[in-house]
């Protein structure tokens, strides 16, 4: 099966003498896959939760510009554009092209783009207790009030 995008050609007849082509692209798999990732914000999800990474390194639950430059660097230097074609090669493996057709337009839909949205928003909202959370348990980590399970040493 090509992953290049082809074209079908069928004829409708408007009048029995004189036939109109019409021309229906058909999208391959990695195309589908990738339309769909852009339409879910997968990319922009992705880099934006390295504030995770932010948030246990600096231990401050409140924004500094120091916290936004790491976040925008660890997104550069370690984001979306550096696994998106695994995440591409997921779906593609996963679902058939009826499927990701499916995905698609449930991705497109604007009740599934206003859920997109509350959860990236209550991520976003809830960074400052997520910050704090995350520091406590590293710190909680560091000085041995969480002790991990003799067997994960072997």
């Known amino acids: 099966m090509s992953l290049s995008a082809y074209t079908a050609i069928a004829n409708a007849e408007t009048s029995q003498d004189s036939p109109t082509p019409i021309t229906v692209t058909l999208k391959s798999k990695k195309q589908l896959a990738k339309e769909i990732l852009v339409e879910l914000g997968i990319g922009k999800q992705y880099d934006l939760y390295f504030w995770n990474s932010v948030d246990i390194s600096t231990g401050n639950g409140s924004r500094t510009k120091f916290s936004s430059w790491l976040q925008k660097t660890l997104a550069r230097v370690a984001g979306w554009k550096y696994v998106e074609s695994q ?42 207790k ?20 003799a067997h994960l040493w072997k």
């Open 87 to 128: 995440y591409v090669a997921r779906l593609e493996s996963d679902f058939s092209e009826v499927e990701l057709q499916e995905l698609l337009d449930l991705a497109k839909h604007p009740l599934m783009k206003k859920l997109l949205r509350a959860e990236i928003q209550a991520y976003e909202e809830t960074g400052e």
């Open 130 to 149: 997520r910050a704090r959370l995350l520091w406590k348990a590293w710190d909680d980590y560091n000085s041995g009030k969480i002790n991990v399970p």
